[in-house]
């Protein structure tokens, strides 16, 4: 009886497995198949046929839409460690006047649904000109409320002997924080990037509203517009554009699933 | 302490003044805008309460606060259904169990507008796979996006299918801190596997339930780009998310003071939906 | 008709052995005591009667019922767990009942049982409260409340005091062993602490490595210890052992060892070795101390110590002392004691002497 339960269970669990991977695997072998295979159900082709990314990839900037997806996502990321750490270090071992309203604002952030605050955003935007340019999609994102409570709840922990020690020695307060605390803080620095990178990766509607060239357009936005404006055409299209939005994720994903899985759950919870 | 006084404002100074321009300011402006009428082009003009009357009678608003219900009704139950499923599944030593858990995760990593591309060629009437696979075991096609009956519990499902994994993640971190001498102890009081499930797990995993039903509440009220690529917002406006028509409205109709109470309705209504989920189903976990 | 058998049982995971032959039979309304140090098995001896661990050879019966093949819901036992396992989100009440609930029990049986159980245990204000209102003795109340409330065939403690401070776990001990008695239900009862072994136990089986040390009432562990774990585990405080050599000195036979000798009655029997090694116990308070030291011994059985510490407990004292280059402890109740660094006289009493050979197992 118990061998059938268990195998019972690897079969359910395998079916489940299944159903969230072979769509994604559908997707990359209709990308390589001519029109008249996409709608098969087999994973190999007849005929592999790259003429979908090659019409893709002739239709829509999809290379530099590549390029500014990764140079936002990296750029967003990197501000969100260096000024997030920079305000969290602050925030938790530094006192001074304004620290208890800094906090509350920052809780009370994470509870206004991003809907709010859109339009005025949107005038903003607006208004400073900014339509059309980097500039629309990485200033709104350079701090991250959930990036500064994180940290400043693991800089919470780290103990005071050290900072005192330091302070001793006659070191600043940012000398203390990327050569002191940096180096212990890599687990929640490594979660910190990971979903503020693909929250910025994946991001789709912000850039609808703020910028209308096809050059600057992020690659979910890209893709989005692409598949919808019928600049694909064909099923193997389309879904060859989403291939370039998902398979550097996919890599990743594959090396660093545990750190995926700690990072976006993590965050989630939090928020 | 003069310096740490002042290295502390220093660092913060910047982050304030980002609360300030990128929060506060938003915030209060979008409150402001309520009673205005902007097409950002000419100049604001006062109009009163003239949008919050509009939005009171405004049948498309209604009808899409109606489908984001219909979608939840459908979301909320089958994603606390599979993820606590799932993570049942998980919580034993298992062969591969690092490899069931990243698949379980991976539609979460993949963009949304990927999953609802993808999907909506799933469920395409006459060449989507799913149709297909129905066909194979004799069924009629069904024609998910099409039909207004189908469209949003098909976004539901798709929904439910994108997030599964993270929620499996939440649950099986309530599982691990049901102590091992309860799980015995009802054991040898003589419990049928169903009856630790319902006396012992269950209860015992209702804040993580509680967790999933707002995040999947609030998740659903903010519902945008599955509509967008999928239906448009119909059939017969039967997927129209308030989210959408908010977009509509400022980027299309270029009615922004409509469009920023659009927003602060939707906040408020999620706001109070929470609430009402949190004095329910959190107060049975307080006593 | 003994209640509970163990049959030539043993667990094994994988390569290692966790308990090797374990056969002994309970009787019924005996409260049996398993003891020993973290590692010997005793935990997992209790976790197979239970059912929480299948067997890997060897049989279990409860009764004359075979309970080896038996999920733990169908053996008709109750245990106390170390930190007690009470259902968080259930009120006291709801705890103690959920077992009786489970096997239909009617309602009016069920009331009449809770009632019972909380009269006894004194837990009648609690029940409507939750476990994580309760202090630790509170809850380790209900945990056996629970049990009691099943009225099983068997009892099971693992290690229930542990969680508990020291006066409590006193107090809990007394409460434990007159409920017992009072119940007469056959009880196996895991600890790592000897007073608790001591104090309770109708039999003790002390345990080392998975394997039996010594089966026994409490006053025939301390008396009479088969081998020198069991002497060193059993007592408190514990024994003291100096290794050394046994001799026949012009016909009598006696302990040597360096800077001491002790004269033992009997004789050598021609099997065992002479000048084999042997290690000699004696308990701290079977020593006679004098605190008049005279400048050399006047006895044979008599040893020159000097003080290095001495412990004031109150009405008893430690004293620690050297002889030669061994460190002893004599216990002794007086009120005024020597200082440090003072010389005293100690007598063996050759009758409570316990020789160990180098196997570790009791010479006769």
């Not at chain 2, 507008?113 to 395409?124: G, P």
């Not at chain 3, 009892?155 to 008695?181: C, K, T, V």
């Not at chain 3, 039996?212 to 003291?240: C, D, K």
Request: charged content about 15%.
């Amino acid at each position: 009886m118990k061998t059938f339960r268990r195998v019972a269970l690897y079969a359910g669990l395998t079916i489940a497995a299944i159903t969230f991977i072979y769509p994604f695997l559908w997707m990359a072998s209709a990308t390589f198949k001519p029109p008249i295979e996409v709608g098969s159900l087999s994973l190999i082709p007849n005929h592999i046929t790259f003429d979908n990314y090659r019409t893709m990839w002739a239709r829509a900037p999809f290379g530099r839409a590549l390029l500014n997806s990764a140079f936002v996502a990296t750029t967003i990321t990197l501000a969100v460690l260096l000024f997030g750490s920079m305000t969290a270090y602050a925030m938790a071992r530094l006192s001074f006047r304004g620290r208890p309203v800094l906090n509350a604002a920052t809780i009370a952030v994470l509870l206004v649904p991003g809907q709010l605050t859109l339009i005025p955003l949107y005038t903003l935007i607006v208004q400073l000109g900014w339509i059309d340019t980097y500039a629309a999609l990485i200033v709104p994102y350079l701090f991250n409320a959930t990036a500064i409570l994180m940290l400043r709840q693991f800089f919470l922990q780290i103990p005071q002997s050290l900072i005192d020690s330091a302070r001793m020695d006659g070191m600043g307060e940012l000398r203390i924080l990327f050569t002191i605390f940096w180096p212990l803080s890599k687990p929640v620095l490594s979660i910190v990037a990971i979903f503020t990178f693909m929250g910025s990766w994946n991001e789709v509607l912000w850039p609808l509203l703020v910028v209308r060239d096809q050059h600057l357009m992020t690659l979910p936005q890209l893709l989005t517009v692409f598949a919808l404006g019928g600049g694909a055409g064909t099923i193997g299209v389309s879904l060859a554009s989403a291939m370039v939005l998902v398979v550097p994720v996919v890599i990743a994903y594959a090396f660093l699933q545990r750190n995926f899985i700690e990072s976006m759950a993590g965050a989630g919870i939090k928020g | 302490m003069r310096a740490e006084e002042r290295s502390g404002s220093l660092l913060t100074a910047p982050y304030a003044a980002f609360l300030l321009i990128f929060a506060v300011y938003p915030i209060a402006f979008a409150l402001a805008l309520v009673f205005m009428q902007w097409d950002l082009v000419t100049t604001p003009s006062f109009a009163g309460f003239d949008n919050v009357r509009l939005l009171a009678n405004d049948g498309r608003f209604w009808r899409a606060v109606a489908n984001t219900f219909v979608f939840l009704s459908i979301h909320v139950p089958l994603q606390i259904a599979s993820a606590l499923a799932l993570a049942l599944a998980l919580n034993r030593r298992l062969v591969l169990r690092g490899f069931w858990r990243a698949s379980f995760f991976l539609p979460v990593v993949i963009s949304g507008a990927v999953v609802a591309i993808l999907w909506s060629h799933l469920y395409a009437t006459d060449v989507g796979l799913i149709n297909r696979l129905l066909a194979r075991i004799g069924l009629n096609p069904v024609p998910w996006l099409t039909d207004p009956a189908t469209a949003m519990p098909a976004i539901a499902v798709m929904v439910t299918w994108k997030n599964v994994g993270f929620y499996v993640i939440i649950y099986l971190a309530g599982l691990q801190y049901i102590p091992r001498s309860c799980q015995e102890a009802i054991e040898i009081e003589g419990a049928s596997a169903w009856q630790r499930f319902r006396y012992l797990t269950l209860p015992s995993l209702l804040p993580q339930t509680l967790l999933v039903v707002t995040l999947s509440t609030i998740n659903g009220f903010q519902l945008f780009i599955e509509p967008y690529v999928m239906t448009g917002g119909g059939p017969l406006r039967r997927t129209y998310s308030v989210v959408l028509y908010l977009y509509t409205n400022a980027f299309a109709y270029q009615k922004m003071g409509y469009a920023a109470t659009i927003g602060v309705a939707l906040a408020l209504i999620i706001g109070t939906v929470v609430l009402i989920q949190r004095r329910t189903i959190g107060r049975t976990e307080a006593l | 008709m003994p209640s509970v058998t163990f049959e030539h049982v043993s667990k094994r995971f994988g390569e290692v052995t966790v308990v090797e032959d374990f056969d002994l039979q309970v009787a019924d309304g005996e409260l049996l005591v398993l003891v020993g140090g973290s590692g010997s098995g005793k935990s997992t001896i209790l976790r197979m009667l239970a059912g929480l661990e299948t067997v890997t050879t060897g049989k279990i019966w409860i009764d004359d019922r075979d309970v080896t093949p038996l999920p733990p819901r169908d053996r008709d036992v109750a245990m106390v767990f170390q930190d007690y396992g009470l259902y968080p989100h259930m009120t006291v009440r709801e705890n103690l009942s959920l077992g009786l609930r489970l096997r239909k029990v009617p309602r009016d049986e069920i009331e009449r049982r809770v009632t019972w159980a909380a009269g006894m245990l004194r837990l009648e204000p609690l029940l409507e409260r939750r476990p994580k209102q309760l202090s630790g003795g509170q809850r380790q109340r209900v945990a056996m409340g629970r049990a009691m409330v099943r009225e099983p065939l068997v009892f099971l403690f693992d290690e229930p005091l542990s969680n508990l401070d020291a006066g409590l776990r006193a107090q809990m001990r007394i409460e434990i062993g007159g409920l017992q008695r009072r119940l007469g239900t056959t009880t196996v009862y895991v600890t790592h602490d000897q007073v608790e072994a001591m104090t309770l136990g109708d039999r003790i089986v002390v345990l080392a490595d998975g394997k039996i040390q010594q089966i026994g009432r409490p006053i025939e562990l301390y008396l009479a210890p088969v081998n020198r774990f069991v002497a060193g585990f059993i007592g408190t405080p514990s024994m003291n052992f100096v290794d050394g050599r046994l001799q026949t000195d012009d016909g009598a036979l006696a302990f040597m060892t360096e800077g001491a000798r002790v004269k033992l009655p009997g004789k050598l029997l021609p099997s065992e070795n002479e000048s084999a090694s042997v290690t000699l116990g004696i308990r701290p308070e079977d020593l006679n101390v004098d605190f008049a030291a005279n400048g050399t011994p006047n006895s044979d059985d008599a040893l020159l110590g000097k003080i290095v510490l001495v412990e004031r407990l109150g009405g008893t004292s430690h004293i620690h002392f050297e002889v030669g280059p061994h460190r002893l402890m004599a216990s002794v109740s007086a009120d005024s004691l020597p200082d440090v660094g003072d010389t005293i006289t100690i007598q063996v009493p050759a009758e409570r002497v316990h020789l160990f050979g180098s196997d570790g197992r009791a010479l006769s």
